[in-house]
């Protein structure tokens, strides 16, 4: 399958260019991330590259920020702004997942019920400024609604029933404040209306995990590609057996809890595979004596991330997998720093956002002495810099993951060792 195969009626009109390569043979876009990927990281000229992943090049992305845009009662628009300001209506967008493409229309609806005002950007007024839809694997949904005051706020829950009527998968719907006349996604406050957070069912063959996401949490926004991501890096981490892995930046918990299954499952796959299925039906829990953590010579798993609605997210993943991880809110990098030498761990993951890791970080993982670090970047160019500052390193393995086909982003995941 090639993107040319892949018609867009909106990119050919002019009318959004956020695919900026879809014209381009989707077997060269992916090759071309991987040639750009091998040439900033150069110097890995021993390591292996293994195959680029992808989930296919549409129909992956599990969450849509859709921009609010039209007039009040209607008609409405849903999908993004234009040169002018105003809204452009996607809602036949091809990326969006199934189960997004298909409520879009009910959302504008909706919207139109409810009689909110579309913010319009140009006159700096307006009530409803977004509207953020996820996907889970089961095909439920988080709606996220976000407005300028208390009042929008009242006006959707309000016209709660409806909405559950029309979107009868969501599970989550909230509202989020954003007064302010700036050019942001969300404000810092957010209402929840129905639910707490959506399920996202990932895991390992043998081991089901289920990672929760609240309305501000992070997570990748191409599932498939995020579960493969997973299984690699748990992959590498496990063919270590270590006693002690830190997770920095680690979100909800994706790399840790599936790291920490890898592990349990190399070490005595028939014990803990029947204690997985068990604790998936429901049967285990983080107190179970005959649970994972009861396997002898467990690896020390803690996760590092600043949010501590994620840290509780991670925390309720890991007590329902019956997994023994620690979870705790901090900012990455002070912690590596205030963490004795004693309590530096046998391997370490990062994935810091687009900036990386920063001066301070990387020099200090170059001088911490830890033998394996996994280092997952959305940003090649921020990783190379890290890498720059690490020389005592050297690239073993690497894999190109696609998270975003039709641009040049992407996900690369590499495996450090220790050359001295």
Not at 146 to 174: E, M, T, Y
Not at 229 to 248: C, E, H, I, M, T
Not at 256 to 276: F, N, V
Request: charge should be negative; hydrophobic fraction near 45%.
């Amino acid at each position: 399958m090639t993107a040319s195969q892949l018609r867009c009626h909106y990119f050919e009109a002019g009318r959004c260019r956020s695919c900026s390569l879809i014209e381009t043979a989707y077997d060269a876009q992916l090759l071309e991330k991987e040639r750009r990927c091998r040439e900033l990281l150069r110097e890995a000229h021993d390591a292996v590259w293994l195959p680029t992943f992808t989930a296919g090049d549409r129909g992956f992305r599990n969450r849509a920020k859709l921009v609010v845009g039209g007039n009040a009662g209607g008609p409405v628009t849903l999908g993004i702004l234009g040169p002018d300001g105003r809204g452009v209506d996607l809602r036949e967008c091809a990326i969006q997942a199934p189960g997004i493409a298909s409520v879009i229309a009910e959302l504008a609806s909706f919207i139109e019920v409810t009689g909110l005002a579309p913010y319009d950007v140009p006159a700096r007024q307006g009530e409803l400024k977004f509207v953020h839809v996820t996907e889970a694997p089961d095909g439920a949904l988080m709606l996220r609604f976000v407005v300028r005051s208390d009042a929008g706020c009242a006006v959707v829950r309000s016209h709660l029933s409806v909405l559950q009527q029309r979107v009868p998968q969501a599970s989550v719907i909230s509202v989020n404040l954003l007064p302010e006349h700036k050019a942001v996604l969300e404000g810092e406050r957010e209402v929840l209306l129905v639910g707490e957070s959506l399920p996202m069912q990932l895991g390992l063959d043998g081991w089901p995990l289920t990672l929760h996401l609240r309305p501000q949490s992070f997570f990748q926004t191409n599932t498939g590609v995020a579960r493969a991501l997973y299984a690699q890096v748990a992959d590498w981490v496990a063919a270590r057996s270590p006693r002690s892995l830190w997770d920095l930046y680690c979100g909800v918990g994706g790399f840790a809890l599936h790291c920490a299954a890898a592990i349990e499952l190399r070490r005595a796959p028939a014990q803990t595979q029947t204690q997985a299925g068990a604790a998936a039906a429901g049967g285990g829990g983080a107190g179970d004596v005959t649970g994972p953590a009861a396997v002898g010579g467990a690896c020390e798993v803690l996760g590092v991330e600043l949010s501590e609605a994620a840290v509780q997210s991670a925390q309720r993943s890991s007590s329902e997998a019956n997994l023994q991880a620690t979870f705790i809110a901090a900012d990455a990098t002070q912690f590596a720093l205030n963490a004795t030498r004693d309590e530096r761990p046998e391997v370490l993951i990062v994935n810091p956002p687009r900036r990386g890791l920063g001066q301070q970080l990387a020099q200090w993982i170059e001088s911490s002495g830890i033998d394996c670090v996994v280092y997952s970047s959305c940003n090649p160019d921020s990783l190379a810099r890290d890498l720059a500052l690490m020389p005592s390193y050297r690239i073993d393995s690497a894999r190109v993951f696609d998270m975003f086909p039709h641009t040049t982003h992407l996900e690369v995941a590499i495996l450090l060792s220790r050359n001295f």
